[in-house]
């Protein structure tokens, strides 16, 4: 077995056991006190108290999944039924209840209403271990007071922590908004996004957690 074969192996190895000790987790966000509380003005200037929790799919309440669908379709429905790929409530509807998932909420303190959500996992992806996240939705009204922006953070701070390789998300290539985001936070095209010739409606972006 030459050196570079059995560097490689070995990093296969220590990628399964991170990925392992991550899924293995109730709660990946529990050692991270910083971002279970998020707080910021409403637009009538009054604080806004928030709490998150992280959960598995199989303990999260039927109705957040729910209104976690309800709040995809307003927000980036439009997108989807614009480009090639169209809305598909089912498949949505499914993709929000895979055994694998993970829920990040933010939750109203003062009225326990959910406002914002991520779904994500922790997966090998072309050969690298990373943290997916296949959504990020918040609700329009809290939207431009840093709280999806923090979300993220709290994934890459996960990611970081059971060292992942990358963070990887894909957005729509007509959701302006999304990918101006996304860029601020520092992600990037990712290698693995379709390119140009598949005219894909969707591009993969990352952001490196080494």
Not at 163 to 182: P, W
Request: charged residues 30%; glycine residues 4%.
């Amino acid at each position: 077995m030459s050196v570079t074969e059995t560097v490689t192996r070995n990093q296969a190895t220590t990628q399964q056991k991170c990925l392992q000790v991550a899924n293995q987790q109730s709660d990946p966000l529990a050692n991270f006190p910083e971002y279970l509380s998020y707080k910021c003005k409403r637009e009538d200037g009054t604080e806004l108290q928030l709490a998150l929790k992280c959960k598995r799919k199989a303990e999260t309440d039927p109705k957040v999944i729910k209104w976690a669908f309800k709040l995809a379709e307003r927000n980036v429905g439009p997108q989807y039924r614009a480009c090639s790929l169209g809305w598909q409530p089912k498949i949505k509807q499914a993709d929000l209840n895979k055994a694998w998932a993970r829920y990040l909420v933010a939750t109203e303190v003062a009225t326990k209403k959910p406002i914002a959500y991520t779904m994500f996992r922790f997966d090998l992806d072309y050969g690298r271990s990373v943290l997916y996240c296949y959504e990020l939705q918040v609700e329009s009204e809290y939207q431009r007071k840093g709280l999806g922006a923090f979300m993220m953070k709290a994934l890459e701070r996960m990611a970081q922590h059971f060292s992942m390789e990358r963070v990887v998300l894909t957005v729509l290539k007509n959701n302006e908004d999304g990918m101006r985001f996304y860029h601020r936070l520092g992600y990037e095209v990712d290698e693995m996004s379709p390119g140009k010739e598949e005219n894909a409606a969707y591009e993969i972006m990352s952001k490196s957690m080494m």
